[in-house]
């Protein structure tokens, strides 16, 4: 069902969105602040991005009555806003790393890294087009420990994101009061 389709459209996006950077690199000679035009906007869209990616596929995945889409495109475009939002967000930085702003991308990296190694286990398990596990060529055992290693991983992907919520709306909060209203 995962065929690796929305990696590549991930790649696909990021590469462009670099080139848009490159060309206001060389159009200004600097590195786009975090609190300039450009920069500001990477924070501000690669956050609604990583929100997205926090709350719908939730939100779907708790209504399975629900018709919209299926469970496998869901996913797919939460793993495409939950990389291209990251990277955003990457650029958002100008490179610097202090304080909470800094522990805030340390989150932001780590979700992304164990959205991926989650991605690798949620592939192993046969599944239907809705997400629901099939029958398929895994035996019992292999069966119920790529469970057992889902759930696990589950009890950490989540607490990992709330974190990074909790400090995101904290470094918005500072951000916002000291170098944007402030000025
Ligand atoms: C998860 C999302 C975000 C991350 C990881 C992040 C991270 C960062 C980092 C690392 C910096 C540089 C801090 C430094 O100078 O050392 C920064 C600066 C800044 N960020 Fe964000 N940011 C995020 C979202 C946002 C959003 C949504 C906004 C605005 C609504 C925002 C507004 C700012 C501003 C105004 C600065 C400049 C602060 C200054 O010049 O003192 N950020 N951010
Ligand atoms: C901003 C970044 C991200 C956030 C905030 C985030 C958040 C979440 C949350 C809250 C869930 C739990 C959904 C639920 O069971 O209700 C989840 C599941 C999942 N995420 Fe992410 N995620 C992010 C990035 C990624 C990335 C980059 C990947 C893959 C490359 C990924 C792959 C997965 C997978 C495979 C699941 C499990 C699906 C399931 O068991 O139904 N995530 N994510």
Same mark, same amino acid.
């Given at each position: 069902?995962?065929?690796?389709?929305?990696?590549?459209?991930?790649?696909?996006?990021?590469?462009?969105?670099?080139?848009?950077?490159?060309?206001?690199?060389?159009?200004?000679?600097?590195?786009?602040?975090?609190?300039?035009?450009?920069?500001? &906007?990477?924070?501000?869209?690669?956050?609604?991005?990583?929100?997205?990616?926090?709350?719908?596929? &939730?939100?779907?995945?708790?209504?399975? &009555?629900?018709?919209?889409?299926?469970?496998?495109?869901?996913?797919?475009?939460?793993?495409?806003?939950?990389?291209?939002?990251?990277?955003?967000?990457?650029?958002?930085? &100008?490179?610097?790393?202090?304080?909470?702003?800094?522990?805030?991308?340390?989150?932001?990296?780590?979700?992304?890294?164990?959205?991926?190694?989650?991605?690798?286990?949620?592939?192993?398990?046969?599944?239907?087009?809705?997400?629901?596990?099939?029958?398929?060529?895994?035996?019992?055992?292999?069966?119920?420990?790529?469970?057992?290693?889902?759930?696990?991983?589950?009890?950490?992907?989540?607490?990992?994101?709330?974190?990074?919520?909790?400090?995101?709306?904290?470094?918005?909060?500072?951000?916002?009061?000291?170098?944007?209203?402030?000025?």
């Amino acid at each position: 069902m995962l065929r690796g389709k929305e990696l590549w459209m991930a790649a696909l996006a990021a590469v462009l969105i670099s080139a848009v950077y490159g060309v206001v690199l060389l159009l200004t000679r600097e590195i786009p602040p975090a609190a300039d035009l450009f920069g500001h &906007s990477l924070g501000i869209v690669g956050f609604i991005l990583m929100l997205m990616t926090e709350i719908l596929y &939730s939100l779907r995945k708790r209504s399975r &009555s629900a018709r919209w889409g299926r469970m496998s495109a869901w996913l797919e475009f939460h793993i495409f806003t939950g990389l291209v939002g990251p990277f955003m967000v990457l650029l958002h930085t &100008s490179w610097k790393f202090n304080g909470l702003a800094g522990v805030t991308t340390l989150f932001t990296v780590v979700i992304v890294i164990s959205g991926l190694v989650g991605r690798y286990i949620y592939t192993r398990i046969p599944r239907s087009l809705d997400g629901t596990e099939i029958e398929g060529t895994l035996s019992e055992a292999a069966l119920r420990q790529a469970r057992r290693l889902m759930a696990l991983w589950h009890t950490v992907h989540i607490p990992i994101g709330m974190a990074l919520f909790v400090s995101a709306f904290v470094h918005i909060g500072a951000a916002l009061y000291y170098a944007t209203f402030l000025k």
